[in-house]
């Protein structure tokens, strides 16, 4: 028997009702409008989303006949329908960020390598972001825009800027970085979503750095980056 449309929209709204409830350990009782509202802060498609989600919860209650599942009395339209069936597919089982998006193509440095060496390595590839190690262990990451920044201040400050990357290490410049949260670590599961929400709340971030268990001891496996945000929403889009 085929599927109606009814019951397509049912399924998709009881799957976006219990993966929200799920992720954010909201309470069964809560009601389905408040699950929505609280999780806005939380995730960014529900954020982008959030009229058409509390549409979606009044339209569950006009289709289902005193709360009785399995009597209708109404059909939805095919495009409410898909749209219902999009958002659940986003929220329970959002794409994997590494999978899709970020330099996976990271290229680490030492942390007593001199700045001038650092910035002819970042000239000859083009990255933007290196990550820093000692040993096995991630010391920071140094950031093309954050470098310039502090060499400017030591061109104001009258340093003889030649000697200074000539003979400075990279471990220096990046105590003058500071730590402003410009850049976090996540493992190899982050989604698209929640990388997306770490850069709407935090707009100091710069990158994300991937590794596989999230710990700054594990080899780096991608760069996600704010560049990317246009990429991430895109791929949310057409998802």
């Known amino acids: 028997m085929k599927t109606t449309n009814a019951e397509r929209f049912i399924e998709a709204y009881n799957k976006i009702d219990y993966s929200l409830r799920s992720i954010y350990d909201f309470k069964r009782s809560m009601a389905f409008n408040d699950v929505v509202r609280r999780s806005v802060v939380l995730n960014s498609v529900v954020r982008k989303y959030e009229d058409d989600l509390i549409d979606f919860g009044r339209l569950r209650n006009a289709i289902i006949h005193n709360g009785n599942y399995k009597v209708t009395i109404a059909e939805p339209h095919d495009d409410v329908v898909a749209k219902i069936e999009k958002l659940a597919s986003l929220i329970s089982e959002p794409p994997v960020a590494i999978d899709r998006v970020g330099n996976k193509e990271v290229i680490i440095i030492s942390s007593d390598m001199k700045i001038g060496k650092a910035m002819e390595l970042l000239a000859r590839t083009g990255y933007a972001n290196l ?25 104001a400050d009258g340093i003889n800027l030649q000697e200074y990357i000539d003979t400075t290490k990279v471990d220096t410049i990046l105590s003058e970085m500071g730590d402003d949260y410009y850049f976090m670590l996540a493992d190899e599961s982050l989604s698209i979503d929640e990388a997306m929400n770490f850069f709407e709340n935090n707009r100091k971030l710069l990158i994300i750095l991937i590794t596989k268990d999230g710990k700054d001891s594990s080899k780096p496996l991608a760069i996600i980056s704010s560049a990317d945000i246009i990429d991430m929403k895109r791929i949310l889009d057409v998802y």
């Open 131 to 155: 990550p820093v190690y000692t040993g096995d262990k991630l010391d920071g990451i140094l950031n093309a825009r954050k470098l310039v920044t502090v060499l400017g201040n030591r061109v």
